[in-house]
């Protein structure tokens, strides 16, 4: 007889395993009815929204995990940016794997420039010392060596990879090279101030007051920066120093550098970082933020005491007071050297993030934010061999905060989802930050003629007038105690000046487009974002929300009406006093936002009855969920309200928005709504390239399905897929002879053809004598397609004298804000010593 | 029975239910004190005494000051009103999480609504559905925990009891030679055996995925998820499994074979018994108490998780949940969280405080009659 006890074990094992067999028999038959989208071969041309069939994004921390898993086929795109050599050395070293760079990291020293309370030396109280230390850093050696070659030397307040770069070539060179790395020269300047502010050198160290000179090295510990602040310890003990080294996280530092005084003396140098996720095409205004006290109110900025001029030129670059793009350029100028020369920063590299993705896949990536910075990247990610399929992208995080889109998650992996659901009327260009028209058939600025206003691209028209009046009948703002818009003639009899005017006037058919939810367009998605605004701003309103009340102030600082002059084709006016030094980033500025009234709608109620609220702020002050439209308890609330909302064919702001929308339009908005939040379990409708299809907000899983109605080709942004970053190659004799004039070939290329002439904004020379200064400089004009040549007369060489000289040539092209440098060093010689050989034509690149 | 004998046996029970109730209340009040302080020590460390406010209010800062100044729409703010919005903006947040209030008092205040188990919003953290409560940030990855560490776990248990029981019969057999040989590779953690795990058997051999609870997406159909979570279970689980099995079986089959040495084993071999009664009877009844002490620890153990097996298989569990909480020094989560370990720990102790009684015949409350 068997001994059932003996077997039981077993049995429970046996049933195990049968229960688990049989899971994975019938999730295997289930798996094909969810299979994944295939690439089928196709024209892009013929087909209409998003490249690929879907998108799905998935949680992955683990950057070291990306390759092996794009090697492997689960994934094809990382939406993280890695600044580890190891990991890109990884990349590159993998076939099946490519990468995009994106150029919006910087890595600096942060001096501190207060004299300490104590009475010990500060020595970067000293303005020549901090000077100094740009030439005791090599930068060449923390880009290629700490770096891994991830990153671009800088020298100065600008970003390389910046339009404001570019546009300063010429003078931004002249100061990398009176700049560049001279250990000696930071030497003996380091030393003659260190013996006039008293100190001693004994046997090689700084002594002061009979005390070693200490110099406290802050530095952060997360990523590179750990290096590079051994690195700077290391040149300052080689100077004589004593450092202390203090290795610190993001948080530990900050209550050091930001939030201590900088007079307690409790560190000299911090190995700080900044980011920017957009290409910022006026970087005027950094001069005030970063060598200013009114940059920042914390302890550390009051500490700044710039020089009477550049504090000067720093307000005037802020408040963007010149008149022409030259006199601009010529503030810039200054205000680079003056920086310099103050040097409570020392710029080191332009870090380069590598965002890996499938060797088969293409997607515009943006010059600073990279893809998560990308607003193309749902209207060019595709497979190269053909069109559809499935995109898998790993993100470190996502839905991190409630979604709504008046005040939710602003995560950069959150908006990288959210821009691929919204179709904005126009977009950035991720190589110059310029706005395109995406909506927009065409736009008229106008300015005052004092406004430094500029223009680029010919879709919008720009003028200049003396006085621009904002019409009677323009909306000024919103009354919410009695629930109705006010006109610029019933508030401001006197009438109302603004400084800008910007008329857009959108697509043919920008009426007919429809919602994800089969919604159609409607003029009230625009007018009812107008009107929440001020609500959320004023007591009286239920939807009051304190924490809305500074932004609005600021935005009802410059607001001065708008109006909508016509629906077919739908055209608006807006005024305001804010000016944007480009006309097109204006008209982007200045588009009405829209969103489905029938969904902002629900949110709007529900927080009218303390049930929701949009902000984080506002739902913990009133101890309620913030509104998500994508999960959580909130879906449970926003359901009753849809229903009830349905029943009593509710619309919003009645008295006003009923002028735009008639009762089968409520009826039908409320219908679809219904329909679509039942058969995706989310409120979220857009109106972009790609709608919500699910989100699994615990397995850390989204996934976006291509929207068939969206009305543009699929090919309308392919052209923005790749940076086109001019390959320059200078070709020239190495030997000059006095007497003699000399030319020189500049090759200028992009993937082996020539860059078209008209696509080049500028190429400009300089000439450096034998001590680096500058002894003439220049543009070039065109001599063959992708040619271009410089000519430089004997009278020329022979003010150079005989010794070695350099040639630096900068080119800039109007469809990337990134430069492209060249150098070519060559000796004058006395007449008839030497042949003339003439240099290989090699690609020269920077420093 | 006489009057008598029913008073006395009356008296008797008055007299145990007496000690029972005095025994329950002085053990409810220790525990309760215990979890008290031990949810305050929480409390203090998970704020650095109070220091955490210093850091929060410099991140509060140079957030609110980056947002301004990376905004295009400020760009031509003059710098007063800009740092006037920046100050604005740091004032709502400073009263948004009550940092203009003395930590002393805002941690008596953590205390009691830890106590009422009453976990109230987290500060900074939202669930992964967008919730503020800490009820549902905790709730929503439990299931995820519950159903990795509890597989595991359960394996681990029962398969090491049962193998050691079976090993203790057999002591010296190369078996068992070879388990206690392999006990010390234990000392490796789950997550180190698991990244070797991935390498081989997801990125060499991909035989199972790398990481997370179920494939990308996750399959509509119920039966499709439950194979692809299943999948998805096997190498995090194989991970904790080999990290802890040899060593479980090591302490269990050790545990036995002292209990097998004892007199009254002894005595029952010798009056012939058979195997299996000796077993059962001999053994395994009087050493159930720490068997169900072991069995009751590892049950609330999983409420913890395991913050770096969890990062390694991107599991989205209580460990994770917890790390992240420490990050963003979101205390009311790191409470909640403790606080319900905490409790759960003083449950147990004080149900195991009366398993004992009923499983030990020996074990008697204070002044009993052993």
């Known amino acids: 007889m068997f001994d059932l006890r003996r077997l039981l074990p077993l049995l429970i094992l046996a049933l195990l395993a049968v229960a688990i067999a049989g899971t994975l028999w019938m999730g295997g038959r289930g798996v094909d009815q969810g299979a994944a989208p295939t690439v089928q071969p196709g024209d892009a041309s013929e087909r209409r929204g998003a490249l690929v069939d879907e998108v799905v994004f998935t949680v992955e921390s683990d950057p070291g995990r990306i390759t092996a898993l794009i090697e492997r086929g689960s994934h094809h795109l990382f939406g993280q940016g890695l600044d580890s050599a190891t990991l890109f050395r990884q990349i590159q070293a993998s076939p099946a794997v490519g990468h995009h760079f994106s150029r919006g990291s910087v890595a600096e020293l942060t001096l501190n420039p207060a004299e300490f309370e104590d009475g010990q030396l500060n020595p970067f109280a000293d303005r020549e010392i901090r000077e100094a230390v740009n030439w005791l850093v090599d930068r060449s050696h923390i880009a290629e060596e700490l770096y891994g070659g991830l990153a671009t030397p800088r020298y100065l307040p600008l970003n390389t990879a910046f339009p404001d770069y570019a546009r300063l070539a010429g003078p931004a060179r002249e100061l990398e090279i009176r700049y560049r790395h001279d250990a000696e020269r930071a030497r003996r300047v380091i030393g003659e101030r260190m013996e006039a502010l008293g100190a001693e050198q004994r046997d090689g160290r700084w002594f002061h007051d009979d005390a070693p000179v200490s110099i406290r090295v802050l530095i952060r510990t997360e990523d590179n920066r750990e290096r590079v602040g051994d690195y700077v310890a290391n040149r300052l003990e080689d100077l004589g120093f004593e450092t202390e080294r203090l290795y610190r996280t993001a948080d530990e530092a900050t209550r050091l550098w930001i939030a201590s005084d900088p007079a307690a003396g409790r560190w000299h140098v911090y190995t700080g970082g900044w980011i920017s996720t957009v290409i910022n095409r006026d970087v005027g205004g950094d001069f005030n933020y970063y060598y200013t006290p009114r940059g920042r109110p914390d302890p550390l900025w009051q500490a700044y005491d710039p020089d009477p001029e550049l504090d000067e030129l720093a307000e005037r670059l802020e408040r963007r007071e010149y008149q022409s793009v030259e006199e601009r350029e010529e503030l810039m100028a200054r205000a680079l050297e003056l920086a310099m020369k103050d040097s409570v920063r020392i710029w080191l590299v332009d870090q380069q993030s ?412 300089m000439l450096f004598d034998g001590d680096d200064r500058l002894a003439r400089r220049g543009e070039l004009e065109p001599d063959a397609e992708g040619r271009w040549r410089l000519h430089l007369d004997a009278e020329i060489l022979d003010a150079l004298g005989t010794g070695a000289n350099s040639l630096e040539f900068a080119v800039t092209a109007t469809p990337v804000a990134l430069p492209a440098f060249a150098t070519h060093a060559f000796a004058t010689v006395p007449g008839g010593r030497v042949p003339q050989p003439r240099a290989d034509p090699a690609e020269e690149g920077d420093d | 029975m006489t009057d008598g004998a029913v008073n006395a046996a009356r008296r008797g029970w008055l007299r145990d239910l007496r000690r029972l109730a005095v025994f329950t209340g002085k053990r409810l009040l220790a525990l309760l004190v215990t979890v008290l302080i031990g949810v305050y020590l929480t409390i203090v460390i998970a704020n650095m005494g109070g220091q955490v406010d210093d850091l929060r209010l410099a991140q509060i800062e140079t957030t609110a000051a980056e947002a301004v100044r990376a905004d295009p729409a400020f760009h031509d703010l003059p710098s007063a009103e800009r740092t006037e919005l920046v100050e604005q903006q740091v004032a709502l947040e400073v009263e948004r999480l009550r940092l203009d209030e003395p930590f002393i008092w805002r941690s008596f205040d953590y205390l009691y609504q830890a106590m009422i188990l009453d976990l109230g919003r987290a500060e900074e953290m939202h669930s992964d559905a967008g919730s503020r409560q800490v009820f549902n940030i905790i709730a929503e990855r439990l299931p995820a925990t519950l159903l990795l560490f509890g597989t595991a776990n359960l394996l681990v248990f029962f398969v090491a009891v049962f193998a050691a029981l079976g090993l203790s019969r057999r002591y010296g057999s190369a078996l068992d030679q070879s388990v206690i040989g392999l006990a010390p590779s234990s000392a490796a953690p789950g997550w180190f055996y698991g990244i070797f795990l991935i390498l081989l058997l997801a990125f060499i051999w991909p035989l199972f995925p790398a990481g997370g609870m179920v494939s990308v997406p996750p399959p509509e159909d119920g039966w499709a998820y439950a194979s692809s979570v299943l999948r998805h279970m096997a190498l995090p689980v194989l991970a904790m499994f080999i990290s802890q099995i040899f060593i479980s079986i090591y302490s269990w089959r050790t545990f036995f074979l002292i209990h097998s040495s004892e007199d009254y084993v002894e005595m029952a071999r010798a009056k012939g018994l058979p195997d299996r009664l000796i077993e059962q009877r001999y053994i395994l009844r009087p050493t159930l108490s720490p068997i169900v002490t072991s069995f009751l620890l590892m049950l609330i153990g999983l409420w913890s998780g395991a913050i770096i097996l969890e990062q390694v298989f991107n599991w989205p569990g209580l460990g994770t949940l917890l790390f992240e909480a420490i990050g963003h020094r979101d205390t009311p989560v790191i409470i909640g969280s403790v606080v319900i370990f905490a409790y759960l720990l003083a449950i147990t102790v004080f149900v195991l405080d009366f398993l004992y009684a009923i499983l030990d015949p020996r074990v008697r409350i204070e002044g009993g009659r052993s």
């Open chain 1, 354 to 765: 590598v965002w890996p993705h499938a060797a088969n896949l293409e997607v515009a990536v943006d010059l600073a934010g990279g893809v998560t910075g990308s607003g193309l990247w749902p209207y060019t990610l595709r497979f190269r061999d053909g069109v559809g399929g499935r995109v898998v992208i790993g993100t470190p995080s996502m839905l991190t905060e409630p979604w709504n889109p008046v005040a939710g998650s602003n995560w950069i992996f959150d908006q990288m989802i959210l821009r691929s659901l919204s179709d904005p009327a126009a977009l950035a260009d991720p190589f110059t930050g310029l706005y395109r028209p995406q909506r927009i058939a065409r736009a008229r600025v106008t300015v005052e003629e004092d406004a430094p206003v500029g223009r680029t691209l010919d879709w919008v028209e720009l003028e200049s007038v003396e006085r621009i009046e904002v019409p009677g009948d323009a909306w000024l703002r919103w009354d919410a105690a009695e629930g109705r818009k006010v006109t610029v003639d019933e508030a401001e009899p006197e009438g109302l000046t603004a400084r800008s005017r910007t008329e857009i006037e959108f697509h043919d058919g920008y009426l007919d487009r429809y919602w994800h939810d089969g919604s159609r367009v409607s003029v009230a998605d625009m007018i009812l974002p107008w009107i929440l605004t001020f609500e959320r701003a004023d007591e009286d309103s239920a939807l009051f929300d304190p924490g809305h009340v500074p932004t609005f102030s600021v935005y009802e600082r410059h607001f001065r009406g708008w109006r909508i002059t016509d629906t077919d084709p739908l055209t608006v006016e807006v005024y305001s006093d804010q000016v944007f030094p480009d006309a097109e980033n204006l008209v982007a500025n200045r588009v009405p936002a829209t969103q489905p009234w029938h969904v902002l709608g629900l949110g709007i109620e529900a927080e009218r009855q303390g049930d929701l609220a949009f902000s984080t702020g506002q739902a913990d002050r009133r101890g309620v969920e913030q509104t998500n439209l994508v999960g959580g308890p909130a879906l449970e609330i926003l359901r009753d309200y849809l229903r009830a909302a349905r029943a009593a064919e509710r619309l919003p702001f009645e008295e006003t928005l009923s002028e735009w929308v008639d009762p089968e339009e409520i009826r039908e908005r409320y219908a679809a709504l219904e329909q679509w939040q039942a058969e995706r379990g989310h409120f979220w409708v857009g109106d972009g390239p790609f709608y919500l299809h699910r989100v699994r907000a615990v397995e850390g899983s989204l996934v976006l399905r291509r929207f068939e109605d969206f009305p543009d080709p699929a090919d309308k942004w392919l052209r923005f897929a790749e940076p086109r970053i001019p390959e320059v190659s200078v070709d020239g004799p190495l030997i000059a002879e006095l007497g003699e004039a000399v030319s020189l070939d500049l090759d200028i290329r992009f993937g082996g053809e020539p860059y078209p002439h008209e696509d080049i904004d500028e190429v400009r020379w």
